[in-house]
């Protein structure tokens, strides 16, 4: 985004809670990416960029090629699990992972109905011929988006963000940057 807004930004990699906690302090400018709950707000002291997206996230169900499920049967399905932070995205009951090759093992074994998370993070899996028992559906697409800070004057932090933001993805920059179509990341395919 420096060179599409002629600008030098120091980029500092920290863990995810703390940048929250530094961007909403205003020790950080901004916090990038959130996968943005829409009608959940943003967490406490900050704000969503909503001029811009940086992608769509594809959510998939994963779950057994005998008993496969789909955004209209997952609902009532009786064990799903997501990634930490992700569990307030559903409305029905979910329980955390932190361990998402092994919640794909309970899948396979049938201790664990379904997996919903984004799709970036199984599909690489998948290429693993233990997984072929695995069926894939879209769950939901969800914006990810930037966040600044709420309580600083981040008026040229957004103008920088929409600008270079749009910029990266007119030129398709972004699309190299992640390695995927940003705005329609979602395939229908099967393991």
């Keep these: 985004m420096d060179r599409a807004t002629h600008s030098s930004t120091k980029i500092l990699i920290r863990p995810f809670a703390r940048s929250l906690k530094e961007t909403a302090d205003g020790h950080a400018d901004f916090h990038i990416p959130l996968i943005q709950n829409e009608g959940t707000p943003a967490p406490e002291g900050l704000a969503y960029v909503m001029e811009v997206k940086i992608g769509i996230v594809p959510f998939v169900i994963y ?11 997952v609902i009532s399905a009786k064990n799903v699990e997501t990634e930490p932070g992700h569990e307030s995205f559903f409305p029905f009951l979910v329980t955390a992972t932190h361990c998402v090759p092994c919640s794909l093992d309970k899948v396979l074994l049938g201790r664990t109905d379904a997996l919903i998370v984004p799709a970036t993070i199984v599909d690489p899996l998948l290429g693993n011929a233990k997984y072929k028992g695995i069926h894939r559906a879209l769950y939901k697409m969800y914006p990810a988006r930037a966040l600044v800070p709420i309580h600083a004057d981040s008026t040229a932090t957004r103008r920088y963000l929409i600008d270079g933001l749009r910029r990266i993805q007119e030129t398709g920059e972004m699309s190299k940057i992640t390695g995927h179509d940003i705005l329609n990341p979602y395939t229908d395919w099967q393991p």
């Design 63 to 73: 779950s057994r090629k005998l008993a496969p499920l789909d955004v209209k049967t």
